[in-house]
C-alpha cells in the first residue's frame, strides 16, 4: 500500500504562485494514477486534476484549467501540482491521491481514488 505526504503549501496572495509536491513511499509512483483535489472550508471535496500512470494523460477541472499543472517524477517517486494566478477561491485544504486503476481523467473527477495523504493548507489572500 502507498503512502502519500503532501508539502508546498502556505500563504500566498492573489495572483501568486505556489507548488505542491506529494511524496509517495511504500510502493513504486508508477504503479498509480495520481490525483489532487481539494476541501475548502464548509464545501466539499473537489477534484483538480489527475495525471495518468505514464503521465501522457492529465485532466482538470474547468476551475482550474489553465493554471494548474500537474506532473510527476517517477524516479523521485513525487507528483507536483504547480499553481499559478491564485485566486481567494483556491483557499483548501489541498490532497494528493493515488489509484492503481488507470481510468480515463474524467473518472476521477465522479469516484474518488483509493489512497489519500492527509492534506496540505493552501490560503489566497488579496
Known amino acids: 500500500q502507498v503512502q502519500l505526504v503532501e508539502s508546498g503549501g502556505g500563504s500566498v496572495q492573489v495572483g501568486g504562485s505556489l507548488r505542491l509536491s506529494c511524496a509517495a513511499s511504500?510502493?513504486?509512483?508508477?504503479?498509480?494514477?495520481m490525483g489532487w483535489y481539494r476541501q475548502a472550508p464548509g464545501k466539499g471535496r473537489q477534484f483538480i486534476a489527475v495525471?495518468?500512470?505514464?503521465?501522457?494523460?492529465?485532466y482538470f477541472a474547468d476551475s482550474v484549467k489553465g493554471r494548474f499543472i500537474i506532473s510527476r517524477d517517477d524516479a523521485k517517486n513525487t507528483v507536483y501540482l504547480q499553481m499559478n494566478s491564485l485566486k481567494p477561491e483556491d483557499t483548501a485544504v489541498y490532497y494528493c491521491?493515488?489509484?492503481?486503476?488507470?481510468?480515463?481523467?474524467?473518472?476521477?473527477?465522479?469516484?474518488?481514488?483509493?489512497?489519500w495523504g492527509k492534506g496540505t493548507l493552501v490560503t489566497v489572500s488579496a
Open positions: 491521491a493515488a489509484d492503481l486503476r488507470d481510468k480515463d481523467g474524467s473518472y476521477f473527477s465522479t469516484w474518488p481514488m483509493d489512497y
Open positions: 511504500g510502493r513504486a509512483l508508477s504503479n498509480y494514477a
Open positions: 495525471i495518468s500512470k505514464s503521465g501522457g494523460r492529465t
